[in-house]
């Protein structure tokens, strides 16, 4: 049985350069079961500093429900899928939330086959 730490609920925040990227990187989280939710949300623009340029670009935010044990397959499967040189993808802690939706998450990404 999984340890507390373990069972932590982790929301997963990313950026993709489009919708199908992040539709095939979701779809692969899914399939191993490294994720139990994904949400795709178009028509973000991001700007940023990269090697010393300002830079500006049409993305995609990617969110992911995961767990702490699923967190480096799901982080794995994110890099190894993305065609940025230097994906962003992030894990931040869930410290509340619906208990039933919380065990819903912990089931689909710890529990699961």
Request: with cysteine; aromatic share 8%.
């Amino acid at each position: 049985m999984s340890n507390a730490k373990s069972d932590e609920v982790l929301l997963l925040y990313g950026t993709c350069p489009d919708v199908e990227t992040a539709r095939m990187i979701a779809r692969a989280m899914l399939q191993e079961a490294s994720v139990a939710c994904v949400n795709i949300l178009s028509g973000m623009v991001s700007l940023y500093q990269w090697r010393g340029q300002m830079e500006e670009a049409n993305e995609v935010a990617f969110i992911a429900k995961s767990t702490r044990s699923a967190w480096e397959n799901a982080a794995r499967i994110f890099q190894s899928l993305h065609p940025y040189e230097e994906p962003a993808l992030v894990a931040l802690p869930v410290s509340e939330g619906l208990p039933g939706f919380m065990d819903w998450v912990r089931s689909e990404t710890i529990s699961r086959p």
